[in-house]
């Protein structure tokens, strides 16, 4: 079996992760273009939860603070040969839990710690913790 045929399904939610991410860039930098008085790179200060704009921005920004680690654990562990069921499986969680994160933070106006988003941040990271220690599992093998 080629790489291809073995990490068809982990191929397809790394795509979607990207995918996702592109959404948001979109959803972000559209809505506050729109905003009166926008500015190219700065987000309003004085914006919070209640703001539409904020949200979306603030959902853009966490994804890229989260992606870098998961793509690069996830190309990891095409290069080592790392299951293809748990590769596929982990990408697909995190892929889940970063659309819901992004839907509860698009939805929900909260300044509450913990909110329903943050399950949901959680849920990726720890994806993307399973995913580094079947990595580390294969290379160790």
Same mark, same amino acid.
């Given at each position: 079996?080629?790489?291809?045929? !073995?990490? #068809?399904?982990?191929?397809? @939610? +790394?795509? /979607?992760?990207?995918?996702? &991410? =592109?959404?948001?860039?979109? *959803? ?45 654990? !996830?190309? #990891?562990?095409?290069?080592? @040969? +790392?299951? /293809?069921?748990?590769?596929? &499986? =982990?990408?697909?969680?995190? *892929? ?46």
């Amino acid at each position: 079996m080629n790489g291809t045929e !073995t990490y #068809l399904l982990a191929y397809w @939610g +790394a795509f /979607a992760a990207l995918v996702i &991410l =592109l959404v948001q860039w979109l *959803v972000a930098s559209g809505r506050k273009a729109k905003q009166p008085g926008a500015v190219p790179g700065k987000i309003n200060e004085s914006l919070s939860h209640d703001s539409f704009v904020f949200r979306a921005h603030r959902t853009f920004m966490n994804s890229l603070e989260n992606y870098p680690l998961m793509l690069g654990t !996830t190309f #990891l562990a095409f290069f080592v @040969g +790392a299951s /293809a069921f748990w590769t596929a &499986l =982990l990408i697909w969680v995190f *892929v889940g839990a970063r659309l819901i994160h992004m839907v509860l933070y698009y939805a929900i106006a909260t300044e509450k710690n913990p909110s329903p988003r943050s399950y949901f941040f959680m849920i990726g990271l720890f994806a993307n913790i399973a995913l580094l220690v079947v990595c580390g599992v294969t290379l160790a093998s």
